[in-house]
């Protein structure tokens, strides 16, 4: 079965730093994907990036990138000029062959002005 | 365009009341999903549509909870017999067919067993 873990379960940044959320994962599947979505306070959830596994290069949205390692079975998120608005749950999810999304158990992100 | 819309946005019932729970997906999203989310469990799959294929049904926690989805678009989240650990948001996400597509989440219904 599809595993995911984040290890930290609150995080802060100062606004305009940098911050790395971290992810790892445990499957067998060769093919398949990874997001990480941001949970806002108002409970919507929202995709901030997403990473297909057959892809070598590191998914980039503006200020969010990632650290796709897959050997490593790691699925970083790099927030970069962090913003006060991005305070939020953050949560990595993978999805498989089954379809649906297998989420970790989120990290909490205070940015502070 | 409309996002994914839930209702009732809030609800709290007695226990051992029945619940339903209401998903309207994106026009044309062929697939729709189901999670709980809550405190101790985190974000948990319940059930996934996909077009006219049978659910996949293999997060249900237990017999009391069931769903459907009517005429491939709306979908009602039963929970029969309502218990105090079924306490939680339950979220609804749709996605066009095919694993690339993202799942577009609707606001989620808090539920309040008391």
């Known amino acids: 079965a599809q595993t995911v873990t984040q290890s930290q379960p609150e995080m802060s940044v100062q606004e305009a730093e940098t911050v790395t959320l971290s992810c790892t994962y445990d499957?067998?599947?060769?093919?398949?994907?990874l997001f990480w979505y941001k949970q806002p306070p108002s409970r919507q959830m929202i995709l901030v990036i997403r990473q297909e596994a057959y892809k070598q290069q590191n998914a980039t949205e503006n200020r969010f990138s990632v650290n796709f390692q897959k050997a490593a079975k790691s699925f970083s998120l790099k927030i970069s000029d962090s913003q006060l608005g991005d305070t939020a749950m953050y949560f990595c999810?993978?999805?498989?062959?089954?379809?649906?999304?297998?989420f970790g158990k989120g990290t909490k992100l205070s940015v502070k002005p | 365009g409309a996002g994914v819309s839930q209702s009732p946005s809030n609800k709290v019932t007695e226990k051992g009341k029945d619940v339903e729970l209401r998903c309207d997906p994106i026009?044309?999203?062929?697939?729709l999903y189901w999670y709980r989310q809550s405190l101790g469990q985190g974000l948990e799959f319940l059930i996934y549509?996909?077009?006219?294929?049978?659910?996949?049904k293999s997060g249900l926690p237990s017999d009391r909870f069931s769903a459907e989805r009517t005429g491939g678009s709306v979908s009602t989240l039963t929970i029969q017999r309502t218990q105090q650990e079924d306490s939680a948001v339950y979220l609804c996400?749709?996605?066009?067919?095919?694993?690339?597509?993202?799942?577009?989440f609707g606001p989620g219904t808090r539920l309040t067993v008391t």
């Open positions: 549509f996909q077009g006219n294929s049978a659910p996949d």
């Open positions: 499957t067998s599947e060769s093919n398949y994907y």
């Open positions: 026009s044309g999203h062929t697939a």
């Open positions: 996400a749709s996605s066009l067919s095919g694993a690339y597509y993202e799942q577009y």
């Open positions: 999810a993978f999805k498989g062959s089954q379809g649906n999304l297998i």
